[in-house]
């Protein structure tokens, strides 16, 4: 079985300043990281995804994220936030060769407050 | 761009009904999902749904529920006899086509309330 962890349930940031949203996973296989963001009355929508290959992960809009193996982490990371970007930010992990079903196992999310 | 959809949006229902929430997946997608999350909690697996029966389903997925794909288009989640702990936000979700990677993609919600 797979757990996440997401200790910050909100994080405060004025415009333009650097954020990290943290996250910690707990699996005894390998698994694939995933960031979701849900804007308000909005459903998820995938941000950004770790397969395999490079541990540095990045979104089109700026996120990126770090694969961590040793410390079982994938902190989400953007150097300069926007007003936008307030929402609130899933982690989740996923056990790959489970049938092709591959339910998802999230955080309790991180409310990213972007403020003037 | 091709999205998810869920109806209703808010469901209110009396403790003892059944209530069917609805979704409408991505039209060639062929897995399908149902996460439910309880105000203030994380987002929890239900089930999943492929090849018309259910892969996986959590320990929450009891007798009471059940899912349906009844005309191709359609994949409704029944709960028939609602409790108050059934109050929470119910989400669909599809996911392409074989291989274990592919992104799955959620609908907007539908929040069910048990009075």
């Known amino acids: 079985a797979q757990s996440v962890t997401q200790l910050d349930s909100q994080v405060p940031v004025f415009e333009e300043a650097p954020v990290e949203l943290r996250c910690n996973y707990s699996?005894?296989?390998?698994?694939?990281l995933f960031w979701y963001v849900q804007y308000p009355n909005q459903g998820l929508q995938l941000l950004l995804k770790?397969?395999?290959?490079?541990?540095l992960v990045e979104s089109i809009n700026g996120f990126e994220a770090e694969f961590n193996k040793s410390q079982t982490s994938f902190h989400l990371r953007k150097p300069s936030v926007h007003i936008s970007d307030t929402a609130e930010y899933f982690c989740?992990?996923?056990?790959?060769?489970?049938?092709?079903?591959?339910?998802?196992?999230f955080g309790t999310g991180t409310q990213l407050k972007v403020e003037l | 761009e091709p999205e998810v959809t869920q109806t209703p949006s808010h469901q209110v229902t009396q403790m003892g009904q059944e209530v069917i929430l609805r979704c409408v997946p991505i039209?060639?997608?062929?897995?399908f999902y149902w996460y439910r999350q309880i105000l203030g909690q994380k987002v929890e697996f239900l089930v999943s749904?492929?090849?018309?029966?259910?892969?996986?389903k959590s320990e929450i997925f009891d007798d009471q529920f059940s899912v349906e794909r009844p005309d191709g288009s359609n994949f409704t989640l029944k709960i028939r006899s609602t409790k108050l702990e059934d109050s929470a936000m119910y989400f669909c979700a599809s996911k392409g086509g074989q291989g274990s990677w592919g992104e799955q993609f959620f609908g907007p919600g539908t929040r069910l309330t048990v009075l």
């Open positions: 989740a992990v996923s056990a790959p060769g489970t049938g092709g079903g591959n339910k998802l196992t």
């Open positions: 699996s005894s296989v390998s698994v694939y």
């Open positions: 039209s060639n997608h062929l897995y």
């Open positions: 770790y397969l395999s290959g490079s541990t």
């Open positions: 749904f492929y090849n018309n029966e259910i892969s996986e």
